[in-house]
């Protein structure tokens, strides 16, 4: 391995402990100003007290899922539970140089824009031309997935029920649940899907 290799990984890793760390701290500190007891934050977001122990004192990175259910729990939102440490080293990517998926005939477009180290989530740009359709095939496998529709409309075909989203609509649920992904309109929507690669565990 070349040493500039060496460097980056001791950098990656150095990075990846110290977000964990804040993270935990950042958790810790918004329990204690409301005053909620570990076991209390445990039975409202039903995350084990084992779990939140071990994220409070920088020990484990909590995946997605887990995060979103502390966020709520706490009356939080993810976005100021996450320190902007990766702000420091700024990673552009041009949109000629994303990754493209396509599926349908090109009727379903995703372009990936981000997959983190740990490879717990993935970001994705999605365009829905009009028509209905199965899950795409690169979620199938996967588990909590959070959909917000940037543009036009979209609607969302579960087994026992039907949602129907505007334009700033989001939605979470469990990739094995969504039968379908229908367009109604005339012109193509477009929406951020946040893809969760790592189930909970308690």
Known sequence: MKKTEVLENQTKTEAEELLTSVLGLTIKK????LGYSMERVSQISNVSRGMLGLIESGKTTPSIGILWKLSKALRTTIAEMVPDLFLRNPKIIKKEEARIL????GNLEARALH????????????????????????????????????????????????????SGDSAIFLASDLLQI?????????????????????
Do not use: C, T
């Open 30 to 33: 918004r329990r204690m100003e």
């Open 102 to 105: 396509k599926l349908h005939k």
């Open 115 to 166: 997959k983190d180290e740990n490879e717990k989530l993935e970001l994705y740009e999605i365009k829905v031309a009009p028509g209905s359709y199965p899950l795409p095939s690169w979620f199938e496998n996967q588990f909590e997935q959070n959909v917000v529709v940037l543009d036009g409309n979209l609607e969302l075909n579960f087994r026992d029920r039907n949602y129907s989203l505007e």
């Open 182 to 202: 229908k367009n109604s309109a005339d012109s193509i929507a477009k929406i951020f899907w946040v893809n969760s690669l790592q189930h909970d565990k308690k």
